[in-house]
């Protein structure tokens, strides 16, 4: 554990951090707390220190190539590779009900296309037998989708990037061209980011078909988790929402490859929609009600 070395993107604060703390906690030895603005990444790493964590800290804009490209070369420089990375970074909606042009492209690609640049850097330089995990969202499960042939095409056994790609393209297009159809989504608030994270876990089936190298790659929803993010409405706290990820980074099996989990650590079946473990957006309102009351 002491050798092993992690990156976790988007991390000085949420979800991100709380992973970080908890993995310091398990005692692994080089823990990279990643951000975009140096300062705010700095104060997160002193605020560790001060509870006696040593995490390491590097810059990260995920979404700029150049970026991605340094800290991979930096990583392989350092460590010669990397053990696991966690895709954490992301954002979400910034109106949760009203869905924009604009604002659909700034969050796929935060929470898509981001992915793919970090698979083009950071994958090659993954040791045999590392691990992936692509946190998600119960925003990200298929049974957010209505529209019967995007269901089809995302859950085939043979489904490829191509395949991802066109769905994330179908959307942005249908929103800019005004043809977004409210009848082939569960619910549409939240729908970028709907859409975002169902691309995310697709994506995940795709990587792991095509890694190799005994690597495990999985994707989970962390919970309903208080954080900025949500203007501090959810059920978890960011102590609590950090063990599901560090279970998949420490402690599963490393035979469990290209699955779905779900924040109590029990395994869902992404293609299965009757599960219906889609986002309720009322419940997700009624406690942002709740919090902006206290």
Known sequence: MADKVVVVTGSNKGIGYGIVRELCKRGVGHVYLTARDVKRGKEAIDNLNKEGFTPLFHQLEVTDKNSVKAFAEYLKQKHGGLDILINN??????????????????VINVNYYSILTIQEYM????????????????CGHISNLKNAYWIDRLTKKDLKLEDVNAFVNWFLNSVKTGTVN????????????????????ALTRVQQKQVGRGISINSLHPGFVKTN???TAGFLTVEEASQTPVYLALDIDQSVKGKYFWFDKTEKEWTDTNLKLYCVYKVFENSLNESNHL
Request: aromatic share 8%.
């Open 89 to 106: 970074a992301g954002l979400i909606t910034s109106n949760f009900t009203k869905t924009t042009y604009e604002d659909s492209v700034q």
């Open 182 to 201: 409210d009848e082939d989504f569960t619910e549409t608030p939240l729908l970028a980011y709907r859409i975002s994270k169902v691309a995310l876990c």
């Open 229 to 231: 993010m949500t203007k």
């Open 123 to 138: 994958f090659p330089i993954l040791k045999d037998n590392a691990r992936v995990i692509n946190v998600s969202s119960d």
